[in-house]
């Protein structure tokens, strides 16, 4: 949970960034949400005079990140922190300097939550250890937000999973969604066995229609991030570096734009997106992805491109041993926005 630090942390968020990232931000009037879960930092980037200053809160193993006006949920290690936006009534200067109050800690257990989303009145979070799509779902209507005693259910796994196990076989790790519903997942490998994405971590990765339950695109290098953006499927090729566009019907895919890091965390705004880009561990699970070739070059950074022409227009670039980002959010029409500690 994402309760206020009895000290001060040793190492404190140090970025740089290109000055035509505040003015962006300001023109769109959006603030940025960053999780960097190997550090264990919520970051949240504001912009204003030209600058760009950063709130931090801290908790273990930050995940994914859901938005919308009213509320905002992250997931960690074996909970999901939530927000209420209580800044909705108040004049439109205070709905921009938006002050988010924290509700209980909802504890799941250690799913191994990797992406998590909003529909209707559900969060659905994916988890890697059992491959499958898991529902936060409000048991009664007391509180419109959130309730405490939310009830967490299994809805989805892919069909060629034969057995509901904590083994982590493919890896369920992205979600995109439309209309409030899960329509697509990414997957590191279509595979039942234990672990088996490991086995072929360059070419194994897969896009799902969780509708059909069909394989809509693969070949992919450890992919995440899928996104519905402009009537159009999005995801991050992440071992190669690319953020591309994919044609559900005929699976073919699209490089938009490359970059100098693993691929992970996807936001659009306007006609722009914001992809994060992490270094990579010296681990099995990273060794022999294309990226790895240059591992001296790899950033850990948000960089923004133009998604008409690929097009980079700059980028945030984290140090002191911020090396890996998992989520990245935009908070819209709120662009100075704080988050309250839990007391709790």
């Not at 949240?44 to 930050?62: N, W």
């Not at 992809?275 to 790899?298: N, Y």
């Not at 950074?301 to 041993?321: P, R």
Request: contains cysteine; glycine residues 6%.
């Amino acid at each position: 949970m994402f309760a206020e630090p009895q000290h001060r942390p040793t190492v404190p968020l140090s970025f740089t960034y290109s000055a035509s990232i505040p003015k962006l931000l300001e023109a769109l009037k959006i603030s940025l949400l960053i999780s960097a879960y190997q550090a264990g930092k919520l970051i949240v980037l504001r912009a204003k005079a030209g600058e760009l200053t950063a709130i931090v809160r801290h908790s273990d193993r930050v995940m994914g990140i859901a938005v919308t006006p009213e509320k905002l949920a992250v997931g960690t290690r074996s909970a999901i922190s939530v927000w209420e936006n209580s800044s909705l009534t108040g004049s439109e200067s205070e709905r921009c300097q938006a002050w988010f109050v924290p509700h209980p800690p909802i504890v799941t257990g250690d799913l191994g939550v990797r992406e998590v989303a909003w529909g209707e009145e559900t969060l659905w979070l994916t988890s890697t250890r059992f491959s499958a799509l898991f529902s936060l779902t409000l048991r009664d209507n007391s509180c419109p937000i959130i309730n405490t005693n939310a009830l967490l259910q299994c809805d989805w796994q892919p069909p060629f999973l034969m057995s509901f196990e904590a083994e982590d076989r493919c890896h369920l790790n992205g979600i995109a969604m439309v209309n409030g519903q899960p329509q697509y997942v990414t997957v590191l490998a279509a595979t039942d066995a234990v672990e088996g994405w490991r086995k072929d971590k360059i070419n194994g990765g897969c896009a799902i229609d969780v509708t059909s339950g069909e394989i809509v695109a693969r070949g992919f290098s450890m992919p995440h991030s899928p996104r519905v953006y402009d009537n159009r499927l999005w995801l991050l090729d992440s071992g190669r570096g690319r953020l591309v566009i994919v044609d559900a019907a005929t699976g073919q895919h699209d490089v938009v734009a490359e970059f100098p890091g693993f691929a992970r965390g996807l936001a659009f705004c306007d006609r722009y997106a914001f992809v994060g880009l992490s270094k990579i561990r010296d681990s099995t699970t990273f060794r022999g992805l294309p990226i790895e070739r240059h591992p001296q070059t790899l950033e850990c950074a948000v960089w923004v491109v133009k998604i008409d022409s690929g097009k980079v227009l700059g980028s945030i670039k984290f140090q002191s041993h911020c090396n890996e980002l998992f989520d990245v959010q935009i908070l819209e029409n709120i662009s100075h926005p704080t988050l309250l500690y839990s007391k709790l």
